[in-house]
């Protein structure tokens, strides 16, 4: 007669989904810390091939911030800053393109990126702009 061996119960594994979400809270409440307000979070454009913005603050000067966060557990392969290549930097700018044209006069616009890795959070202002993307 066999017997069963005790089973310790099934914990649900993190998906990538929610620690991208975790990372872009962690984000979001260290630039209100530095006195941005949240305009939007995760702005899609309609349709397939566009792209997305986690954060889209205003500063204090009424600047229009267009955040790109990333987590990375390791530095590995460069870490969080180097995943965000060209590629990733056109879609960015494509989302960003998108979300101005409903705006009747846009703002002074820049594009930051928020690391969020095992060392902490790093705020990387004017990390690229969309001049040389198109």
Known sequence: MGFLSPRSPATPATTTKQV??????QALSYLQAQSLRLVSRNYRTPGRGGGEIDLIMRAADGTLVFVEVRK????????????????????????ARHYLMRLGTPPPCRFDVVLVESKGVQWLQAAFDASGLF
């Open 20 to 25: 991208g979400d975790a990372a872009e809270d």
């Open 72 to 95: 990375r557990a390791s530095r590995s392969f460069g870490g969080a800053a180097a995943s965000v290549g060209t590629s990733k930097q056109r879609r960015i700018v494509f989302a």
